[in-house]
């Protein structure tokens, strides 16, 4: 049995042990009995908002519906319940089996980054475990029937096509995925200072973002939907929700600015939004003077800090809006071991911040679990200095 576990395989450039594969197999298996298992649950927010919205595409043809507004959602969302409408009678499984998809595909991109940087594929089959593994991912889609592995799914991709050295791909994803959702853009920041850094991106391509968003609604459009309308979603849902957050534990808890109290939402939320700029700003003045080796593990460091601070900062984050956090995390923890607990404590967040809308209770306020994530959000930054510290080299 040894000799056959431990029998190397060549698939492609990847050098694998039966026993890997055999892992990966059960991995992929026993994640889909979980999330198959999940599948009959139905949240608030399918009933609320799902659900209709795949009756009206039933009742207005399938993708022929796309000709006027059904949701506030982008249209390649928009054209994948199309999809489901043709492929299955079931709203909730079909739209919930979209998620389960990109868990996996998700959890690829993990396993190909963590590869690329460390070389070590056991611990890129562990990093692909954690992400299919994880709580939020599986309680996001399968059990919530939320959607957010999607944009975060080309998010993850981009990263592995930056660390290829690939900036024309690596952008590209980064469109697919802001024409998903506005929060894609959460990670922009971590390329600009990348371009300032000369590494892998190159100005130009960042044009590649609005392109692909524009690119994608064409079909609507060409079914009938305004083309004004269409490029003018993501503004409507910027003034959609007034507080300074809907239950995502940030500063603006702090602040008493959480939904549904509203004291000083406008004034504080202009601030907020000018002291993240302010905020990511200082991050790329010393990074762009700063002589420093940019290692792989210093890199996501950045990437994590910039995003869970950008989150932290921002006002009107929902609950959900950590997700990408939590993935990055992953990474993290993965490139170094000692760090995996911090990567947990971020996800713990997480848990904490979805159990309102899942089942209406808050298990820790609001206001301490703030707190926490502010004390995880400073240990992140502190390892960034000390990796940069012992990275920089003289002028």
Known sequence: MDKVMFHELNIGNLKIKVVDLSFIICLFGFSFLIRWKLMPVESADFWGFLEDWMVQIRQGGGFKSLDHQISNYTSPYMYLMCLVSYLTENNLYGLKMISVVFDYLAAAAVFLTVYQLTENVRRAIMGMAALLLCPTVILDGAYWCQCDIIYTTFL????????KDNSRLCLIFVGISFAFKLQALFLVP?????????????????????????ISALPAWGFGRDFKELMGIYFDQANTYPWGTLEYPNIYALLGEAMPDMRHAGEVSGAGTFMTIILLGCIAYYFYVKKM????????TLALFTTALIVYSLPHMHERYGFLVDLLAIIYGMLNRKKLPAACGFILISVLSFMPYLIAVHIVPIQYVAIALLGLIIYIGYDLYRQVQENSTAL
């Open 293 to 300: 080796n940019l290692t792989g593990e210093l890199m996501i």
């Open 156 to 163: 993850l991709f981009a990263l592995y096509y930056f660390f």
């Open 190 to 214: 971590f390329f600009i200072i990348m371009w300032l850094k000369r590494k892998t991106i190159k100005i130009m391509d960042f044009l590649w973002i609005p392109a692909v968003y524009v």
